[in-house]
Structures are given as C-alpha cells and as structure tokens.
C-alpha cells in the first residue's frame, strides 16, 4: 500500500520515525502524495545511483515532476508563465547541458581556495557577532543574534548585496519556505518580491558593476555575452537564498546538539582538530533538507533497486533516510563527531551536489568553534519538549533558541 506523504518529524535529533520501516521494507517504496503518486528512495546507495543517473531530470518542467503533486491544486497556465521568468538561471532546477553552463561560471568563487581566502572574513563576521551578544548580555536568541546573521552577513558581502535589507529578504525566505506546503501562492509572490529586489540591484549592477559577484558576472557576461538579464537575476536569487537559509538552520541545530552531548563538545574543545569531523557528522545526522532538494523525474522506463520506474514518474529521495542507512554508516542514530564519515548526502550527490558546501563547511566549523571557545558557560534555556523546532516544515531547523551564560 503506498504510503502518505510527506511525514513529519517528531523528535529533533531524528529523521521521521516511518523512516526506517520504509528503508527496511524495499530501497523504493510508493508513496501518495495530495496531487498523485511518487516514488520514494530509501537506501544510500539507490540514492547515489538516483542522483547520478542522467536519464533522471530535475526540472520542473519535465512533466510527472513530483513537486506538481505535493498540492492538489496545480498553478494555473498562466501562474506558470509568470514563474518561467523567475526560473531563469535558477540551474538547480536545470538538467544538463544547460546546467553546466551556468554553474561553471560560478565554480571559481566557491572553490576550496577561493574560500579558504574567505574564512579570516568570516572569522571577523562570527567575533563581531558575539561581541554584540555579550555587549547586549544573556540571555540571547541565537538564531537571530547569530545562527541567521552569520550567512546571510557573508553571502551579502560576496554578492553585493546590501545587508541593511536583511529584514526584508530573510522574511521572505522564511513565507517561502514555511508557507511551500500549505500556501503555494504566497511561497510564490514572497519569492517573486526577492526577484524583483535583486532584478533592481542587478540592473544597477549592469551600468556600474562593482567588486563583488554580481558585478563579476556583469563583467564576465560582457564579455561572452553567455547570460542574458533574468539568467543574472536568477542566479542571484539561488545563491542568497540557498547562502543563508540552510546554514542558518544547521548553526543553532548543531549547538543545541553538541550541548546535549557534553562529552562529545569536551573532546572537540580539548582537540579543534577534530571540528571538521564534527561538521560532516552534524550534517549527517540532521540532514536539514531531505527529500526537498531531492525532487526528480524518470525521462525513461528503467529498473532502480529491483524496481521498475517509467517514464513521467515522480521521485523523491529521501536524504534524510539514506544518511541514517546501515548498510553505509555503522551505528547510524548515534551522533559520533569523530566518525569522519565524508559520504553523507546532506549536500546531495551527483552533478547538482551543493556548489557553495566548501562555504558552508568553513562556516560551520568557524561558527561552533569560535562561539564555544568564547562563550564556555553557553546553555540553552529550555527542555527539548519546550523548543520551537520547525518539525512539519520543508527544511528542519529552530524557529528560535533561547541561550544564556
Ligand atoms: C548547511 C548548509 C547547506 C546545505 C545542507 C545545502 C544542501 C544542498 C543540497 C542537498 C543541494 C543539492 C540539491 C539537488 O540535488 O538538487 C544543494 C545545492 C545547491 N546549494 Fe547548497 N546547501 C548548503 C549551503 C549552501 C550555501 C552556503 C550556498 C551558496 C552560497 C549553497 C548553494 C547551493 C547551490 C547554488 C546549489 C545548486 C547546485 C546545482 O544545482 O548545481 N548551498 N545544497
């Protein structure tokens, strides 16, 4: 029988507890979602074989693409020309060979060097931040005063962005995401306000471009006349969205984790060596976007995990699942920050694998280790029962985390 979906979690240090039964009954397994059925990926390795294979799209375009079916009530025709625009250079939602194009232009500005450069930056961006808390004094809510503040701070400085209008693209964000389920209308019109703030700074861009990226793709897209105006926009648009809202959630997530396992955070204070380890293993074992940054669509009949799939057939994978699976991780619901596990799917896997993880991963690490170091008696207010974890929702954080010390 197919299952419904999506499941919300239910606990805070666990992926929904259907999870597992579904991981054991078969490596693909139906589900119904409110607008028709799709297939959902259960095992890590099926999950790699599904990201990988070029015979299944990511576009929303293609048709049977399960994110038509998470509502009942498709866009109109006409609500589905007024997103074209808006999806313009949005490579996320793009298959190859057109995929490639944009996101090669990008891959300088996130390299492992590139960012390697940019961690004394975001160093100062993680102090200022908590010289501001201590100033204010406990108690403090570190999503705001720091979770939210220290991505959406550095992705601003390296897109042009002005943060002054951080209010106004971080609410839209979260209607975006928050309302993505029950209210597609005002996901839509919240990210179509982001798209025209950034069509005004690009256009700006295009008569004087500065120093920062969208000025360097004004320049480049002079050059070789490669990206037209929306392309720019919507690359733009992907990248402050993508920038902040997911690592803001994984800051104050991977705090309350490692406060709740004292040993684990004595070890990594006693040996900062280890807080690469510890990153990887905080994004695998909360993997905050599961299945919603895995939405694809079969372009072929073809067999996956013993299971046929046919053309026009939904599929979701399930990250949050194949990161939990045994057949790949040893003792998987244990946090173990010194696992050194690197196959982890909390940055996907295949061609759309997260072009700004060596980003992420530096502010990760700055994050938790500079906020432990400097502030040693940091706790949280609050049982876990009592917390506001944003557990129905698409992308799995803290809507707030009451701190004090
Ligand atoms: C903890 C933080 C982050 C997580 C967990 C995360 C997760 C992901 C995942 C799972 C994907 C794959 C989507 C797919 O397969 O369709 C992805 C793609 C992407 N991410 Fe991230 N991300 C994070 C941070 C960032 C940051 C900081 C940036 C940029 C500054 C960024 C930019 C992107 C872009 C542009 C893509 C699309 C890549 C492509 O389609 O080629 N992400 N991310």
Redesign the pocket.
């Known amino acids: 029988m197919a299952q419904s979906f999506p499941v919300p979690r239910t606990c805070p240090f666990a992926p929904p507890a259907e999870y597992a039964g579904f991981r054991e009954q078969a490596p693909l397994v139906p589900a119904e979602l409110p607008g028709g059925p799709v297939w959902l990926v259960t095992r890590h390795a099926e999950a790699q074989r599904v990201?990988t294979d070029p015979r299944i799209s990511?576009s929303p375009a293609t048709p049977g693409h399960p994110v038509t079916r998470l509502s009942a009530e498709p866009p109109s025709e006409e609500e589905r020309r007024a997103f074209e625009r808006f999806q313009a250079g949005q490579?996320?939602?793009?298959d190859p060979p057109e995929?490639d194009v944009?996101?090669r232009m990008?891959i300088p500005e996130?390299s492992v060097r590139r960012v390697r450069e940019m961690r004394p930056g975001i160093q100062e961006v993680a102090d200022r931040l908590i010289d501001d808390m201590l100033d204010r004094g406990s108690p403090a809510d570190l999503v705001e005063a720091f979770g939210l503040a220290v991505?959406s701070l550095?992705?601003c400085d390296?897109l042009g962005v002005p943060y002054a209008d951080h209010d106004f693209f971080q609410s839209r964000t979260r209607t975006m995401v928050t309302a993505a389920f029950d209210d597609m209308r005002a996901a839509r019109t919240a990210g179509m306000e982001i798209w025209e703030y950034l069509d005004r700074l690009v256009t700006a861009a295009e008569r004087s471009p500065g120093d920062d990226l969208i000025g360097r793709l004004v320049t480049a897209r002079r050059e070789t006349g490669e990206l037209d105006h929306d392309a720019l926009v919507g690359?733009t648009f992907?990248?402050?969205v993508?920038?902040?809202e997911?690592?803001a959630?994984?800051i104050p997530l991977g705090v309350l984790t490692l406060l709740r396992h004292p040993g684990q955070l004595d070890a990594l204070r006693a040996d900062p060596a280890g807080w690469p380890d510890a990153v990887e293993e905080l994004?695998r074992f909360h993997?905050?976007?599961d299945w919603v940054?895995?939405?694809?669509v079969a372009t072929e009949d073809m067999e996956i995990g013993g299971q046929a799939v046919r053309a026009g057939e939904g599929i979701f994978?399930l990250?949050a699942s194949a990161n939990r699976d045994p057949r790949a991780f040893d003792r998987p619901d244990e946090l173990d920050v010194r696992r050194g596990a690197r196959n982890h799917?909390?940055?996907?896997?295949?061609?759309?694998?997260?072009?700004?993880?060596n980003?992420?991963?530096a502010?990760?690490e700055i994050a938790y280790r500079t906020l432990f170091e400097r502030i040693p008696g940091l706790r949280v207010v609050g049982e876990d029962a009592e917390l506001p974890f944003k557990y129905g929702g698409p992308i799995f954080g803290l809507h707030s985390l009451r701190v004090a010390w």
């Open positions: 990201l990511t490579f996320i939602d793009l995929h944009y996101r990008l996130f991505p550095v992705i390296l690359m992907l990248l402050l993508a920038g902040h997911t690592t959630n994984m994004l993997s905050i976007v940054a895995f939405d694809r994978v990250g799917l909390a940055f996907g896997y295949g061609v759309h694998q997260c072009l700004g993880q980003l992420a991963r502010e990760l």
